[in-house]
Protein backbone atom coordinates (compact mmCIF):
# COMPACT_ATOMS: atom_id res chain seq x y z
CA UNK A 1 0.00 0.00 0.00
CA UNK A 2 1.47 3.37 -0.85
CA UNK A 3 0.39 6.36 1.39
CA UNK A 4 0.94 9.69 0.13
CA UNK A 5 0.56 12.70 1.80
CA UNK A 6 0.16 15.68 -0.62
CA UNK A 7 0.37 18.60 2.15
CA UNK A 8 2.41 18.51 5.44
CA UNK A 9 2.20 21.67 7.57
CA UNK A 10 3.07 22.30 10.87
CA UNK A 11 0.77 23.33 13.90
CA UNK A 12 1.70 25.96 16.46
CA UNK A 13 0.17 25.94 19.74
CA UNK A 14 0.11 29.26 21.71
CA UNK A 15 -1.83 30.33 24.47
CA UNK A 16 -3.32 33.96 22.99
CA UNK A 17 -0.87 34.86 20.69
CA UNK A 18 -1.20 33.17 17.43
CA UNK A 19 -2.37 36.33 15.25
CA UNK A 20 1.30 38.13 16.85
CA UNK A 21 3.37 35.27 16.18
CA UNK A 22 2.41 34.93 12.62
CA UNK A 23 2.56 38.59 11.83
CA UNK A 24 6.19 38.34 13.84
CA UNK A 25 7.30 35.06 11.95
CA UNK A 26 5.98 36.83 8.08
CA UNK A 27 8.05 39.90 8.84
CA UNK A 28 11.23 37.62 9.64
CA UNK A 29 10.99 35.64 6.65
CA UNK A 30 10.97 37.03 2.77
CA UNK A 31 8.20 35.09 0.41
CA UNK A 32 5.92 34.95 3.56
CA UNK A 33 2.27 35.73 4.27
CA UNK A 34 -0.51 35.69 6.46
CA UNK A 35 -3.03 33.23 5.56
CA UNK A 36 -7.09 32.86 6.91
CA UNK A 37 -7.59 33.86 10.25
CA UNK A 38 -11.20 32.74 12.28
CA UNK A 39 -12.40 33.17 15.63
CA UNK A 40 -13.79 31.14 18.28
CA UNK A 41 -17.95 31.49 17.40
CA UNK A 42 -18.59 31.04 21.14
CA UNK A 43 -16.50 31.35 24.41
CA UNK A 44 -14.99 27.75 24.70
CA UNK A 45 -12.11 26.88 27.85
CA UNK A 46 -11.74 30.32 28.82
CA UNK A 47 -11.48 31.82 25.11
CA UNK A 48 -14.39 34.18 24.55
CA UNK A 49 -16.60 34.76 21.46
CA UNK A 50 -14.52 36.38 18.98
CA UNK A 51 -11.04 36.34 19.80
CA UNK A 52 -8.34 34.41 17.51
CA UNK A 53 -8.50 30.64 17.35
CA UNK A 54 -6.82 29.97 14.22
CA UNK A 55 -3.76 31.62 12.11
CA UNK A 56 -2.76 30.22 9.06
CA UNK A 57 0.24 31.11 7.36
CA UNK A 58 3.26 30.46 5.21
CA UNK A 59 6.83 30.65 5.48
CA UNK A 60 8.70 30.19 1.93
CA UNK A 61 6.21 27.96 1.12
CA UNK A 62 5.97 25.71 4.06
CA UNK A 63 2.20 26.09 5.81
CA UNK A 64 1.77 26.84 9.24
CA UNK A 65 -0.69 26.93 11.44
CA UNK A 66 -0.71 29.05 14.91
CA UNK A 67 -3.55 28.27 17.22
CA UNK A 68 -4.49 30.09 20.17
CA UNK A 69 -5.63 26.95 23.09
CA UNK A 70 -4.71 28.36 25.87
CA UNK A 71 -1.80 28.08 28.75
CA UNK A 72 -1.62 24.54 29.35
CA UNK A 73 1.14 23.41 26.74
CA UNK A 74 4.74 25.39 26.30
CA UNK A 75 6.98 25.37 23.69
CA UNK A 76 10.27 23.13 24.33
CA UNK A 77 13.88 22.37 23.07
CA UNK A 78 12.76 19.04 21.95
CA UNK A 79 11.24 20.65 18.65
CA UNK A 80 13.34 23.67 16.86
CA UNK A 81 13.17 25.47 13.32
CA UNK A 82 16.68 25.27 11.75
CA UNK A 83 17.87 28.19 9.53
CA UNK A 84 20.76 27.59 7.37
CA UNK A 85 22.79 31.14 6.37
CA UNK A 86 24.83 31.75 3.46
CA UNK A 87 26.32 34.74 5.15
CA UNK A 88 27.49 35.96 8.15
CA UNK A 89 24.78 38.97 7.52
CA UNK A 90 22.02 36.33 6.93
CA UNK A 91 23.55 34.82 10.27
CA UNK A 92 23.39 38.24 12.01
CA UNK A 93 19.80 39.09 10.35
CA UNK A 94 18.31 36.25 11.48
CA UNK A 95 19.74 35.87 14.88
CA UNK A 96 18.67 39.49 15.53
CA UNK A 97 16.03 39.31 14.50
CA UNK A 98 14.64 36.15 16.13
CA UNK A 99 15.89 37.24 19.99
CA UNK A 100 14.16 40.32 19.50
CA UNK A 101 12.34 39.23 23.31
CA UNK A 102 13.47 35.94 22.97
CA UNK A 103 17.04 34.89 24.32
CA UNK A 104 20.05 33.92 22.88
CA UNK A 105 21.37 29.88 23.47
CA UNK A 106 24.50 28.01 23.25
CA UNK A 107 25.75 26.85 19.62
CA UNK A 108 23.55 29.25 17.58
CA UNK A 109 20.08 28.08 19.60
CA UNK A 110 18.25 30.94 20.49
CA UNK A 111 14.16 31.29 21.73
CA UNK A 112 12.10 33.75 20.38
CA UNK A 113 9.77 35.95 21.68
CA UNK A 114 6.78 32.95 22.32
CA UNK A 115 9.61 30.96 23.56
CA UNK A 116 9.93 28.88 20.27
CA UNK A 117 13.25 27.32 19.75
CA UNK A 118 15.66 27.97 16.77
CA UNK A 119 18.69 27.68 15.10
CA UNK A 120 20.63 29.64 13.31
CA UNK A 121 23.54 28.43 11.79
CA UNK A 122 26.22 28.54 8.66
CA UNK A 123 24.70 26.26 5.79
CA UNK A 124 28.56 25.32 5.00
CA UNK A 125 28.61 23.57 8.93
CA UNK A 126 27.35 20.45 8.02
CA UNK A 127 29.97 19.97 5.45
CA UNK A 128 32.65 21.12 8.13
CA UNK A 129 31.38 18.95 10.62
CA UNK A 130 31.02 15.46 8.16
CA UNK A 131 34.74 16.51 6.84
CA UNK A 132 36.85 12.82 6.86
CA UNK A 133 39.84 14.94 8.11
CA UNK A 134 38.64 14.41 11.90
CA UNK A 135 41.41 17.33 13.07
CA UNK A 136 39.13 19.87 10.88
CA UNK A 137 35.65 18.83 12.16
CA UNK A 138 37.39 18.77 15.65
CA UNK A 139 38.66 22.30 15.44
CA UNK A 140 35.14 23.79 14.13
CA UNK A 141 33.40 22.18 17.29
CA UNK A 142 35.85 23.39 19.75
CA UNK A 143 35.21 26.83 17.82
CA UNK A 144 31.74 26.49 17.69
CA UNK A 145 31.07 24.91 21.44
CA UNK A 146 32.36 28.64 22.49
CA UNK A 147 30.09 30.54 20.13
CA UNK A 148 25.97 32.07 20.80
CA UNK A 149 26.05 33.23 17.63
CA UNK A 150 27.93 31.97 14.89
CA UNK A 151 30.82 33.84 13.74
CA UNK A 152 31.45 32.09 9.99
CA UNK A 153 34.68 33.82 9.74
CA UNK A 154 36.12 32.27 12.85
CA UNK A 155 34.64 28.70 12.27
CA UNK A 156 35.62 28.91 8.46
CA UNK A 157 39.36 29.58 10.14
CA UNK A 158 39.56 26.58 12.36
CA UNK A 159 37.97 25.10 9.89
CA UNK A 160 41.44 25.63 7.83
CA UNK A 161 43.47 25.34 10.41
CA UNK A 162 44.39 28.84 11.20
CA UNK A 163 44.35 30.51 14.50
CA UNK A 164 43.22 26.76 16.10
Given at each position: ?Q????????????D?Q????A?????????????????????V?????????????????????????G????F?????F??A?????????????????G??G??????????????????????????????????V?????????????Q??????????
Amino acid sequence: MQISAKKLSTCLWFDAQAEEAAKFYVSVFKNSKVGHVSHYAQDVQGKKAGSVMVVEFEINGQAFTALNGGPQYKFTEAVSFQVACDSQEEIDYFWDRLTEGGQEGPCGWLKDKFGLSWQVFPSALPKMMMDADKARSTRVMGAFMKMKKFDLGQLTRAYEGENA
